[in-house]
């Protein structure tokens, strides 16, 4: 599991994005809740979801919401993953969020994360209050059940924990250096 844990705060971080700015916490300050997702181009889970991600920023931008997504895979592993292919990618999708490169691995390494697409939702103090997969069905959006993002999202939203506070991150490894 992640190296953070539920009530721990945000870790912070410095990172280029395909839009040509560098980010780092401070820069979502503003905002009532952060989700971090570590990402990439190439897991078939992660394309699987990505149309929902797209969406639930798109829902949830004028609640104060903000998703901020993260690509640490080994371009040596994963060539599909540069940050040339990033920038593809996000003007192919129409990326509504920061796509964030996360060449030393340093970050993903710092939050624990071990999967493409994990999330980890931060409130308003950006204190962890859920850590996790986006909904229990990646293959038919239509036979959702558990839209766990969204609901952590309205909990925070509504200064309380959501009612699944963890749940097991379902996607690729994340590609490590060696």
Same mark, same amino acid.
């Given at each position: ?5 539920? &009530? ?20 979502? #300050?503003? !905002? !009532? ?21 797209? $969406?639930? #920023?798109?829902?949830?931008?004028? !609640?104060?919401? #903000? ?16 940050? /040339? ?17 996360? *060449?030393?691995? *340093? ?6 994360? /071990? ?8 409130? $308003? ?6 850590? &996790? ?7 038919? /959006?239509?036979?959702? !059940? ?12 509504? &200064? ?19």
């Amino acid at each position: 599991m992640a190296n953070l844990r539920i &009530g721990d705060r945000a870790i912070d971080f410095r990172l280029p994005a395909t839009d040509g700015r560098t980010y780092s916490l401070a820069d979502f #300050q503003d !905002k !009532k809740v952060l989700v971090v997702i570590f990402s990439c181009n190439t897991c078939p889970y992660v394309r699987a979801w990505e149309d929902r991600m797209i $969406a639930i #920023q798109r829902d949830y931008a004028d !609640k104060g919401v #903000q998703l901020v997504v993260i690509n640490a895979n080994d371009v040596r592993k994963q060539p599909g993953d540069s940050f /040339e292919a990033m920038v593809q990618r996000a003007r192919e999708k129409g990326f509504n969020f920061p796509y964030l490169r996360d *060449e030393t691995q *340093e970050v993903a390494r710092a939050y624990g994360a /071990e999967r493409t697409p994990e999330v980890f939702v931060f409130d $308003a103090a950006r204190r962890l209050v859920y850590h &996790g997969k986006i909904d229990d069905n990646y293959e038919d /959006e239509a036979q959702v !059940k558990n839209h766990y993002l969204r609901r952590a999202i309205d909990a925070a939203l509504e &200064g309380r924990l959501p009612e699944v506070l963890e749940t097991l991150p379902q996607g690729c490894t994340i590609k490590w250096k060696d």
